[in-house]
Each structure stands twice: as C-alpha cells, then as structure tokens.
C-alpha cells in the first residue's frame, strides 16, 4: 500500500508564496488611485465653488435690501455686500468686484466673480456675473 499525504490524492498546492513578491504593486493600480485622488479633489473644488456662488449670491441679496429704504445710497448696498462676502468666503478662494445703483424704482446689484480652481492645468478658474436688483421703498 503506497502511503498518501493527509490531503489526499491528486491535490495540488496552488498556494506557494514566492519570496519576491511581497510589496509588489502594478502601475494599473498606482495610477488608478492617483486618478481617484485627482477626482476627489475635483469634486471637493466644485462644492466648494458652488458654496462660494451662493455666499456672493446672499451677499447681493443683502446689499440690495440694505439699499433699498430711500434714503439710502449705493454705497450702503457695496458695503453691506462686501461685509457678507467677507464674512463667508475668506482667502484666496473667490475675486468679486460688487457694484451697486439706482435704476429708476429699483436699487441694482451686479457682481463679477472669479473663483479659482485647484488644479488649473485640468480645469479653468469659473468666471461669472451675477445680479440682484430690489425695489425702492418709501
């Protein structure tokens, strides 16, 4: 009688570590992870970005309100625009250029708005003009 080992017959150890492959990390993977990272951080810039928009967009919202009692003047609606701005948005993150005036009954505010991107060899800094306007009260 032959003897048999305590797997059994036929069985083939698939499982044979070669000592030179610990450590081993293809390029596919290197590279899709640093594809990964470079999207998260895509995606981070354009949320904030969009938080950006609509701290710029309030910030004409109340300098339109702040200007809108007839006594008031335009330059009451820049101040209260810029203090908001600077309030929310802080650094190096946005460029806006706030200006306001009176349009017949309505108090005009318009904004032009350069946000930065993080990653400018991939993606443009995002220009863009906003505008809010309100009517004068007595």
């Known amino acids: 009688m032959s003897r048999l080992s305590s797997r059994g017959r036929g069985h083939r150890h698939f499982g ?4 030179g492959d610990r450590g081993f990390t ?14 998260l951080v895509l995606v981070a810039n354009l949320l904030v970005d969009i938080y950006a928009r609509g701290a710029v967009r ?6 339109v309100r702040a200007g809108a009692p007839v006594a008031a003047s335009p330059a009451a ?11 929310l948005v802080r650094g190096p993150l946005l460029q806006a250029e706030v200006h306001c005036r009176e349009s017949g009954a309505l108090v005009v505010a318009d904004a032009n708005v350069t946000l930065r991107s993080w990653l400018p060899m991939l993606v443009p800094d995002w220009r863009m003009t906003l505008h809010a306007e309100a009517l004068r009260e007595p």
Do not use: F, M, P
């Open 58 to 63: 309030d910030a004409l919202d109340d300098g």
């Open 77 to 87: 609606c820049e101040a209260r625009a810029h203090e908001v701005v600077s309030g």
């Open 16 to 19: 044979r570590r070669h000592v």
């Open 26 to 39: 293809t390029i596919q993977y290197v590279i899709a992870v640093s594809w990964s990272l470079v999207l």
